[in-house]
């Protein structure tokens, strides 16, 4: 057995679990109630289905999703087509993400800290960067698992002292539904941002690199997949909490707060002071976690794209990515746009990786008969369909704005 510590499944949930995860919640439910809570119930369907195919990659296969597509293909030009697809994919994906990690990450400190948003942003800055620099991944896998149960009790309560309808809540969770006129068009897009910031591309990638690491073979299999049938559920459920939170202190309101310290801070008037300071707290730790697993999953990534120089491939992709955030963080703009469009985006680039995964997941080469059976395929090409849809219908809401 393995004599790793840490989970890798709650690194993913660290990593999902983010600045744009609370922004497009408390959006969700300050404008449209518990009504699309629905959205989060799908995402936890297309989830599951993608985290557990690529733990089968790593546990059974001894690859990550990286290694894996490139063994896979024999064409070269089909490989280096594929290795451009992956750059974009979780290149620019991390890239935008991180710049919402550091932004919403300094909307955390606003909320517990009475700073201005630039001695915020360059606290938050400072932190990630020592932290990536200094931390080791083991060590760094430990304190994401505590930081996901930190996140998990702030929100929670939060969400608690919303009092929510229990019969609106699970009519919210398993009736899809969608308000009319352009009202729909802007809860559509909260949907597919529900999506993105949720089932995200370079989760795909760093799952199945961190259970390689981590285990040493198939036996191995069924201990990853409890964990992640543990964390990934509640990572979802944190989402829903946050849905509930800022539904029950803001739906109906005419005056709505539009950034996450403000957030936080109005949650004082209708929650308390108990309530503002658990969601601030929640804030800071989604914006920290995020912060710190975007770098780490575009190194891990993109290193194994180039075997013969994966270390200085890694170094160069993490902190290409922790420059990119803190440049675009830096250029200002509302963190609440760049932080939604990156959700957006991800949406929009999550069937390219998705796409992948259910294509190496079926390789009898590298998995022999681990491989995944009709079942998981058909559940592999259920998520793809989704994910494609989503992503086609997206684009088509926001071609009429671009032109």
């Known amino acids: 057995m393995?004599?790793?510590?840490?989970?890798?499944?709650?690194?993913?949930?660290?990593?999902?679990?983010?600045?744009?995860?609370?922004?497009?919640?408390?959006?969700?439910?300050?404008?449209?109630?518990?009504?699309?809570?629905?959205?989060?119930?799908?995402?936890?369907?297309?989830?599951?289905?993608?985290?557990t195919q690529s733990v089968r990659l790593g546990a059974a296969g001894r690859v990550s999703l990286a290694q894996g597509l490139m063994q896979e293909i024999r064409s070269p030009l089909l490989r280096a087509l594929a290795?451009?697809?992956?750059?974009?994919?979780?290149?620019?994906?991390?890239?935008?993400?991180?710049?919402?990690?550091?932004?919403?990450?300094?909307?955390?400190?606003?909320?517990l800290a009475a700073v201005d948003g630039t001695t915020a942003f360059v606290a938050s800055s400072i932190a990630a960067v020592l932290l990536l620099a200094f931390a080791r991944r083991e060590r760094l896998l430990q304190a994401l698992t505590w930081l996901v149960f930190v996140m998990g009790i702030a929100f929670l309560v939060a969400a608690s002292i919303a009092r929510p309808s229990l019969s609106e809540l699970f009519h919210g969770a398993l009736v899809p539904r969608l308000p009319g006129g352009e009202s729909g068009r802007g809860a559509f897009l909260l949907v597919a941002g529900l999506v993105g910031t949720t089932v995200v591309p370079y989760n795909l990638f760093l799952h199945s690199a961190l259970v390689r690491d981590r285990t040493e073979g198939a036996a191995d299999l069924p201990?990853?997949?409890?964990?992640?049938?543990?964390?990934?559920?509640?990572?979802?459920?944190?989402?829903?909490?946050?849905?509930?939170?800022?539904?029950?202190?803001?739906?109906?309101?005419?005056d709505r707060p539009t950034r996450l310290h403000e957030f936080a801070g109005q949650l004082a008037g209708p929650l308390g002071r108990f309530g503002q300071a658990a969601f601030a707290v929640g804030v800071l730790s989604a914006g920290l976690t995020s912060a710190l697993t975007a770098p780490m999953a575009a190194g891990l990534a993109l290193s194994e794209l180039a075997p013969?120089?994966?270390?200085?491939?890694?170094?160069?992709?993490?902190?290409?990515?922790?420059?990119?955030?803190?440049?675009?963080?830096?250029?200002?703009?509302?963190?609440?746009?760049?932080?939604?469009?990156?959700?957006?985006?991800?949406g929009l680039l999550l069937p390219i990786s998705l796409g992948f995964l259910v294509y190496v997941a079926r390789s009898r080469r590298l998995l022999g008969d681990a491989r995944s059976g009709p079942l998981a395929l058909a559940g592999g090409l259920l998520a793809l369909a989704v994910s494609i849809a989503l992503a086609v219908a997206t684009a088509l809401k926001l071609?009429?704005?671009s032109t």
């Open 223 to 254: 201990r990853e997949r409890r964990d992640g049938l543990v964390f990934l559920p509640i990572g979802v459920a944190m989402s829903m909490w946050i849905v509930i939170a800022a539904a029950g202190a803001y739906h109906g309101l005419p």
């Open 2 to 51: 393995s004599r790793r510590r840490g989970s890798a499944a709650a690194a993913v949930t660290a990593a999902f679990v983010g600045p744009g995860t609370v922004t497009t919640c408390s959006l969700a439910g300050a404008e449209h109630g518990l009504t699309l809570l629905w959205a989060l119930t799908l995402s936890l369907a297309v989830l599951l289905i993608a985290q």
């Open 83 to 111: 290795a451009l697809l992956v750059v974009g994919a979780i290149g620019v994906g991390c890239a935008a993400y991180q710049a919402g990690n550091l932004l919403g990450t300094a909307e955390g400190v606003r909320a």
């Open 399 to 401: 071609w009429p704005a």
């Open 308 to 346: 013969r120089a994966p270390r200085a491939l890694r170094l160069a992709a993490s902190w290409g990515v922790m420059a990119a955030g803190v440049a675009a963080g830096a250029l200002g703009g509302s963190p609440t746009r760049i932080i939604q469009g990156a959700q957006v985006l991800n």
